[in-house]
């Protein structure tokens, strides 16, 4: 099982019942395959950098998960063929957050003895 983040832009024109389909689809897909949905974070509606599709403006969505790679090739495959779907992005969620509290702490502490060294002079 390995963490993954997933960003999923739809079609902003797009019914509340129809985007939701989509998610749940994805979702459930996800507890088929004894994954787990730690994070479900709508973005909301955003300006695209450029049209996609004659759109304008996509719904975003971000999640995160533990999965296998099979689920992955599944739901990108699912994806890419939902015409309602106008981009999405699976990627291996690499700890970013525990790296960075790591390397932020470093900093302070190196801070600490930068100013208490110059302090000493």
């Known amino acids: 099982m390995q963490k993954y983040e997933c960003i999923v832009v739809l079609r902003s024109d797009l019914s509340e019942s129809d985007s ?7 979702e459930s897909s996800v507890k088929a395959h004894d994954g787990e949905i730690t994070l479900k974070d709508p973005w909301g509606t955003r300006k695209l950098a ?5 759109q304008t403006t996509g719904d975003y969505y971000r999640y995160r998960f533990v999965a296998d790679n099979t689920l992955v090739k599944e739901v990108d495959r699912d994806f890419r063929l939902d015409d309602k779907v106008l981009r999405h992005l699976i990627v291996i969620d690499e700890e970013w957050e525990e790296r960075n ?6 900093r302070a502490e190196q801070r600490q003895k930068d100013e208490g060294g110059s302090n000493g002079d």
């Open 20 to 26: 939701t389909a989509i998610l749940d689809r994805f």
């Open 50 to 54: 450029y049209e996609i599709d004659k």
């Open 101 to 106: 509290r790591a390397a932020l702490a470093k």
